[in-house]
């Protein structure tokens, strides 16, 4: 059974897993997700709670479910791809009709790159290469190169995941100011605001049902792939 496989696919393998973090934050929603949910233990003033490994776990999860539409579509496109012919023979004659399962994967970064953002570093390339030049075609088709539709989407997720973290800690900060102009006109110099601010934060927290809110905001918007 083991002679079966080619000691090609052992190698790939093994650098699939090396960069399996890097494949989660440039191919995936796991990028704005977990920045969003560390941006709320910066809201909430708890710096260890919920812990980075729950953090990392409710993201995964999150993903998960986000990219499941994306996996399931890729899914259906190795059935129609022979497998076992491929495993047997590595070669690029073979090889080349898995790009097939990457179109998927294409699709989802096309549909949450910012318009805007391709066009700039479409741009920026074409200063320095004479391809590409046609950016309208290139941002509204699947012809984007992959130099250019990473970072897309990497800039785009970030400018998202800033955005709603903005929209997140504005109510926690208007908490903090009320309590720590209350504190100062009763005199109570040597209280920390902190200690007064955090049971009301996670008051509002909880009676909003917050986490649903914030997980329903960022399963939606990925709902134009969904």
Do not use: C
Request: aromatic residues 8%; positive net charge.
């Amino acid at each position: 059974m083991a002679n079966s496989f080619s000691p090609f696919w052992y190698v790939l393998a093994s650098l699939a897993l090396a960069l399996l973090p890097a494949v989660l934050a440039v191919f995936t929603s796991y990028l704005k997700v977990s920045i969003v949910f560390g941006l709320l233990r910066s809201a909430l003033g708890t710096q260890h709670t919920p812990g980075p490994v729950v953090v990392m776990a409710l993201s995964l999860a999150l993903t998960a479910y986000i990219m499941s539409p994306v996996v399931d579509q890729t899914v259906k496109q190795a059935e129609q791809v022979n497998l076992e012919v491929i495993l047997k023979d590595p070669g690029f004659r073979h090889f080349s009709k898995l790009g097939a399962l990457l179109k998927p994967w294409q699709r989802f970064l096309v549909s949450h790159s910012s318009p805007e953002t391709v066009r700039s570093l479409l741009a920026i390339r074409s200063q320095h290469t004479a391809v590409d030049r046609n950016n309208s075609q290139a941002v509204d088709g699947s012809n984007i190169p992959v130099s250019v539709l990473l970072p897309s989407f990497v800039i785009s997720e970030l400018r998202e995941a800033f955005a709603m973290g903005f929209v997140l800690l504005l109510p926690f900060l208007v908490i903090d100011l009320i309590v720590a102009n209350v504190l100062v006109g009763m005199g109570m110099f040597m209280v920390s605001p902190a200690m007064i601010s955090l049971p009301l934060k996670l008051l509002l927290f909880v009676m909003a049902d917050g986490w649903l809110l914030l997980v329903r905001s960022l399963i939606l918007s990925y709902q134009v792939t969904t």
